[in-house]
């Protein structure tokens, strides 16, 4: 792959990784030292990423630089976990990469502010597995309790959100797809 190519990449990947924490353009540039104009034209490719601008950046969405310049694998399988607590939630990224099917480990500690729901819409859809605990699922106008074992599939659409049924933890899988890919489950 070219340089210019890769470097068109890194545009791209630190839009989506500063939309998926949910942080503007002014957040970051205070967070980062990076102005907003700055932010904005490397986002949209109008400006070429140097370390000095990338650094920073993949210090703030806490990811390797590697994924911000879409740098190849190195041959070990091994994905290097690192915790993100999000809406009273750990969150455990399985899978690799900011783009395709995402896979997370999920936990809801006892005792989590996360009570009252309050449902969202994003595009995608979203395949859930209950491991351990009760998974209380809003889903548009349904109100349903997952057990350990069960899974749930929607298109991300549709209101949803998630917490726990009862005091006890909750720990479950989730699958994502951002263009709404479908997650099939095979007997």
């Given at each position: 792959m070219?340089?210019?190519?890769?470097?068109?990449?890194?545009?791209p990947?630190?839009r989506?990784?500063?939309?998926?924490?949910?942080?503007?353009?002014?957040?970051l540039?205070?967070?980062?030292g990076?102005s907003?104009?700055?932010?904005?034209?490397l986002?949209?490719g109008?400006?070429r990423?140097?370390?000095?601008?990338?650094?920073?950046?993949?210090?703030?969405?806490?990811?390797?630089?590697?994924?911000l310049?879409?740098?190849?694998?190195t041959g070990d399988?091994?994905?290097?976990?690192?915790?993100?607590?999000h809406?009273?939630?750990?969150?455990?990224p399985?899978?690799?990469?900011?783009?395709?099917?995402?896979v997370?480990?999920?936990?809801?500690?006892?005792?989590?502010?996360r009570?009252?729901?309050?449902?969202?819409?994003?595009?995608?859809?979203?395949?859930?597995y209950?491991?351990?605990?009760?998974?209380?699922?809003?889903?548009?106008?349904?109100d349903?309790?997952?057990?350990?074992g069960?899974?749930?599939?929607?298109?991300?659409?549709?209101?949803?959100?998630?917490?726990?049924?009862?005091?006890?933890?909750?720990?479950?899988?989730?699958?994502?797809?951002?263009?709404?890919?479908?997650m099939?489950?095979?007997?």
């Amino acid at each position: 792959m070219a340089n210019d190519e890769i470097l068109a990449g890194v545009g791209p990947r630190l839009r989506a990784l500063r939309q998926k924490r949910e942080v503007t353009l002014a957040e970051l540039a205070s967070e980062t030292g990076i102005s907003v104009s700055t932010l904005s034209r490397l986002e949209s490719g109008g400006r070429r990423p140097t370390l000095e601008l990338l650094l920073p950046l993949a210090q703030a969405h806490g990811v390797p630089l590697d994924d911000l310049v879409g740098a190849p694998a190195t041959g070990d399988p091994r994905i290097h976990i690192k915790p993100v607590r999000h809406h009273g939630m750990t969150i455990l990224p399985l899978s690799r990469g900011a783009s395709g099917m995402q896979v997370f480990k999920n936990v809801l500690a006892a005792g989590s502010d996360r009570s009252v729901p309050d449902p969202r819409t994003h595009e995608g859809h979203e395949w859930m597995y209950v491991i351990r605990g009760r998974l209380r699922l809003v889903l548009g106008s349904r109100d349903l309790v997952l057990a350990p074992g069960e899974a749930a599939e929607f298109d991300t659409q549709t209101p949803h959100w998630f917490g726990r049924a009862d005091s006890n933890a909750v720990e479950f899988l989730s699958l994502f797809g951002r263009q709404g890919e479908r997650m099939h489950v095979r007997a």
